[in-house]
Nanobody, 127 residues
Framework: QVQLVESGGGLVQAGDSLRLSCAAS????????AGWFRQAPGKEREFVAGINSWSVTNTYYADSVKGRFTISRDNAKNTVYLQMNSLKPEDTAVYYC???????????????????WGQGTQVTVSS
């Protein structure tokens, strides 16, 4: 079993930056694919970014965040991060950390499936 706890959300203005963190405990985190999803009110959950377990430089992003968001991980700290720059009002959502045992970050993005989920952290971007 894996427990994921997100932090770092908040209220910011358009153009600002935020860094989300997701702390993992339980199963060896370094063996898991990790990612971030978000869900805005009245909308379906959407994939944001993913990072593979075996290569921290192997990442996958939704088109809507490419060039603005960066996912990274520190396996020594069992933590995955989402650096969000140039935030827009349409980035407002609850952001969820997820992890999966098999596949790749791209698999996570295409399937929108994870084996483990955090409770979410709210990000609100005002215009």
């Amino acid at each position: 079993q894996v427990q994921l706890v997100e932090s770092g959300g908040g209220l910011v203005q358009a153009g600002d930056s935020l860094r989300l963190s997701c702390a993992a405990s339980g199963r060896t985190f370094s063996t898991l694919v990790a990612g971030w999803f978000r869900q805005a009110p009245g909308k379906e959950r959407e994939f944001v970014a993913g990072i593979n377990s075996w290569s921290v430089t192997n990442t996958y992003y939704a088109d809507s965040v490419k060039g603005r968001f960066t996912i990274s991980r520190d396996n020594a700290k069992n933590t995955v991060y989402l650096q969000m720059n140039s935030l827009k009002p349409e980035d407002t959502a609850v952001y969820y950390c997820a992890a999966r045992m098999f596949g790749t970050a791209q698999d996570m993005g295409v399937s929108k499936r994870g084996d483990y989920w955090g409770q979410g952290t709210q990000v609100t971007v005002s215009s």
